[in-house]
């Protein structure tokens, strides 16, 4: 069956530094793949999509993920964090019927100062 | 434009009681869906459909009814409350037909909370 693993439950970065969100996927095609944020309280954002072409994409709020055919990865990454980027990322996948998105279990980050 | 507009935001239920949550879209999007979200377990799909008259089970639909009468409503129907489906409920629509550059970018309800005591 199809997963999206989020390896890490919750992490912690200071203001300013750089951050990477871990997330591996099951499925034997191409991939549709997706990060959300979802600040407390509120529903969920799209922050970028992959779904062919430069594996390299950039989404909104600086941040950016690349995909990885070979590890079956598609890591979020940011280089400069925000306290206001303190919320949970989720990564997900369309299933193989193309009728729903598959979640990872979520990313806590918490940003110090 | 709303979105995706769910109601209410919050409600608390009895075991046995049935209640209904209201998702409605002003997108004109084809595929309307609802998620539940619990703490470690990512959001969850339970019911989704395609269109208005086709509805389809997602990953875990015991317990939930849906219908899909208009293009616009997809509402959710808990049959007989249990404590298991406390949970916070999403509500998420996306266009269908636009390829590959478009298809499956869900736009998410502010979510519903409930709570069956």
């Known amino acids: 069956a199809q997963s999206v693993t989020q390896p890490d439950i919750h992490i912690t970065v200071s203001e300013g530094a750089s951050l990477e969100l871990r997330c591996n996927y099951s499925y034997g095609a191409t991939p549709y793949l997706f990060w959300y944020v979802q600040s407390p309280g509120q529903g969920l954002q799209l922050l970028l999509k992959?779904?062919?072409?430069?594996?390299l994409v950039q989404g909104i709020k600086g941040f950016e993920a690349e995909f990885k055919r070979s590890q079956s990865s598609f890591n979020l990454r940011k280089p400069s964090v925000h306290w206001s980027d303190a919320a949970e990322y989720f990564c997900?996948?369309?299933?193989?019927?193309?009728?729903?998105?598959?979640f990872g279990k979520g990313t806590t980050l918490s940003v110090s100062s | 434009n709303a979105g995706v507009t769910q109601t209410p935001k919050f409600q608390v239920l009895k075991t046995g009681q049935s209640m209904t949550l209201q998702c409605a879209q002003d997108m004109n999007h084809e595929y309307m869906s609802w998620y539940r979200q619990d703490p470690g377990m990512g959001l969850r799909l339970i019911h989704y459909s395609v269109g208005a008259g086709i509805t389809d089970q997602g990953e875990v639909p015991n317990g939930y009814n849906v219908s899909r009468s208009t293009t616009e409503d997809f509402p959710l129907r808990l049959l007989s409350a249990a404590p298991s489906q406390t949970s916070v409920y999403f509500c998420?629509?996306?266009?269908?037909?636009?390829?590959?550059?478009?298809?499956?970018?869900?736009?998410f309800g502010a979510g519903s909370r409930l709570t069956v005591l």
């Open positions: 992959y779904f062919s072409g430069d594996t």
């Open positions: 998420a629509s996306s266009p269908l037909g636009t390829g590959a550059s478009g298809a499956n970018v869900l736009t």
């Open positions: 997900a996948v369309v299933n193989q019927a193309g009728t729903a998105l598959i």
